[in-house]
């Protein structure tokens, strides 16, 4: 299985910050990776598929970028709804995998 | 919008049978592929396994000795039923469609969306 690595599993950040959470895949996923926004109860929402590509209805502070084995997501101008967790998903091959997840806290 | 909701137990004992049901608004049953999900503190999300509603299932092998997934088409219905559960089988369980493309005996992975709102289920005697 791969293995989907995120960094860091947390930190904390002001309102308005620019903010990025890398994930690493254990093989090349070359673009086949989603990322997640979690809220506390909650199911995980799409934010963004096949690395940049943003879902339909997700603000545009909102960025991926990489391919490979390297990925990262932006948040640009960091928004008091921003403050959730994060989780990277590879949808290269089976089985598929999620990250650890990354925690972003009000500082 | 494609709505799902989870159902069954939230209490199973050890050595049991945990049977959930995953009802999905009507008229969407045929345009995904629907998958189970879990979560819990240790071991974080877990995808357990997909069922295409014309026939073809892929189980995780982390748990595919223990898991079965099955399609209610006229019911709208997607179950998951993971046999002999024992305290690290509790979590969150959800249910996700993937919109992705299929053959009669594959599909190609995918991302996740729509997800149901989830249901615990806690394995204890």
């Known amino acids: 299985a791969i293995r989907m690595t995120q960094s860091p599993s947390s930190f904390s950040a002001s309102t308005g910050d620019r903010v990025t959470i890398t994930c690493r895949a254990s093989?090349?996923?070359?673009?086949?990776l989603a990322w997640y926004q979690q809220k506390p109860g909650k199911a995980p929402k799409l934010l963004i598929y096949?690395?940049?590509t943003l879902q339909s209805g997700v603000p545009s502070r909102f960025s991926g970028s990489g391919s490979g084995t390297d990925f990262t997501l932006t948040i640009s101008y960091l928004q008091s709804e921003d403050f959730a967790t994060y989780y990277c998903?590879?949808?290269?091959?089976?089985?598929?995998?999620f990250g650890g997840g990354t925690k972003v806290e009000i500082k | 919008q494609v709505h799902l909701q989870e159902s069954g137990p939230g209490l199973v004992k050890p050595s049991e049978t945990l049977s959930l049901t995953c009802t999905v608004s009507?008229?969407?049953?045929?345009?995904?592929?629907w998958n189970w999900v879990r979560q819990s503190t240790d071991k974080g999300l877990e995808w357990i396994g997909r069922?295409?509603?014309?026939?073809?299932?892929n189980y995780n092998p982390s748990l595919k000795s223990r898991v079965t997934m099955s399609v209610d088409t006229s019911k709208s219905q997607v179950s998951l039923r993971l046999t002999s559960v024992t305290a690290a089988d509790t979590a969150v369980y959800f249910c996700?469609?993937?919109?992705?493309?299929?053959?009669?005996?594959?599909?190609?992975?995918?991302?996740?969306?729509?997800w149901g709102q989830g249901i615990l289920v806690t394995v204890s005697s």
């Open positions: 093989q090349g996923i070359s673009t086949y």
């Open positions: 996700a469609g993937i919109n992705g493309f299929c053959t009669p005996t594959s599909c190609l992975p995918g991302y996740f969306d729509p």
């Open positions: 069922i295409y509603p014309r026939g073809n299932t």
């Open positions: 096949h690395a940049a």
């Open positions: 009507a008229g969407s049953i045929n345009s995904y592929y």
């Open positions: 998903q590879q949808f290269y091959n089976y089985p598929l995998t």
